[in-house]
């Protein structure tokens, strides 16, 4: 007997592994952004302990990794959303742009800044609007009508501005709250993020959002105004790149007609997707955008710091992309065979 009882025990042991590991599987099966925090948490670790772990671990690098990642993680609420409904907004980036000159338009109009402010979140959800309508009353696919959208937008904010920088108008408090304190952005993104998680996890209009780009017929046919959320959906991806366009530009100190753009759009997009948000709609998590836009921006500077070539960032997105896309896809598949 007093033989067998090592045995014993080794037996335990390796069920309460085997179990542990069962656990954690059926974790990173049921909540999709487990796994990209696993990967920021890894990608953070690995510069911190390397040679630059001490230029890496600084309260003003931090501050820099800040300024990469909330503009991607707000703009990525809005189109993990999106992208759930099984849309896309290509005109985000742009709208980030154009915002800010709209606020200085009504301003030089005579308009006192919090009104000219409010004025320009209006047109920026407008935008939004915009795109939905026409892609839920025309049946124009939002590829299409949010490409046209950008072209647009980037011509208007040109003309606007002649195509020249200009200083912000807000002072004081007003600047603070939008992007002067220092961590005003990452506030911004924790909010948003944390609300719109919320939204999709609790609320009728989440529940709504997945039917609708999970099988738009049926959703319908249930009830479902498909066509409200979608253009709901649009309004806020819009509101959303046109606050922070604000918020990030007070920030900096100027409004550039050359900032946002595709790079902004594509980066927001890619966060979304590699935080766990499938193209082809009917699941996402916009918790895991947020991982998707900080481990990007790790990314980005980790490899500043470390004197790797700027152009491989970009490899590093476009393998990080089609890899998140595969892996949805199994773990679509996985979730459907064991979690039934």
Known sequence: MAQETPQLVRDEQRGSRTSATRRLGSALLRRRELSIILVTIAAAVYFSAGSYGSDFNTT???????????????????ESMLLICG?????????????????????????????????????????????????????????????????????????????????????????????GWRWSE??????????????????????????????????????????????SSFALTSLFAGLIGIVDQVRVGSFDPTSGGSETMFLAVASAVIGGTALLGGSGTVIGALFGALLLAIIQNGFTLTGVNAYAFDVVIGVAVVAAMLLNVFISTLRRKYLR
């Open 60 to 78: 003003s690098n931090y501050h820099i990794i800040m300024q990469y990642f909330a503009p991607w993680a707000i703009i990525a609420a809005g």
């Open 87 to 179: 849309e896309i907004d290509l005109s985000a980036g742009f709208t980030y742009t154009f915002v800010p000159f709209v606020l200085m338009s009504f301003y030089n109009e005579g308009l006192d800044v919090p009104l000219s402010l409010v004025l320009a979140l209006l047109v920026a959800i407008g935008i939004g609007v915009v795109n939905g309508l026409i892609r839920t009353v025309f049946n124009l696919s939002s590829f299409i009508t949010t490409l046209g959208m950008g072209f647009f937008l980037e011509g208007m904010t040109y003309i606007q501005s002649n195509a020249e920088p200009v200083n912000p108008p807000l002072t004081g408090g007003l600047a603070d709250f939008f992007g």
């Open 186 to 231: 990452l506030v911004w993104a924790v909010v948003i993020v944390v609300i719109m998680q919320v939204a999709l996890s609790y609320t009728k209009y989440g529940v709504y959002a997945q039917a609708a780009g999970g099988n738009p017929l049926s959703a319908a046919e249930s009830g479902i105004k498909v066509n409200v959320v979608k253009v």
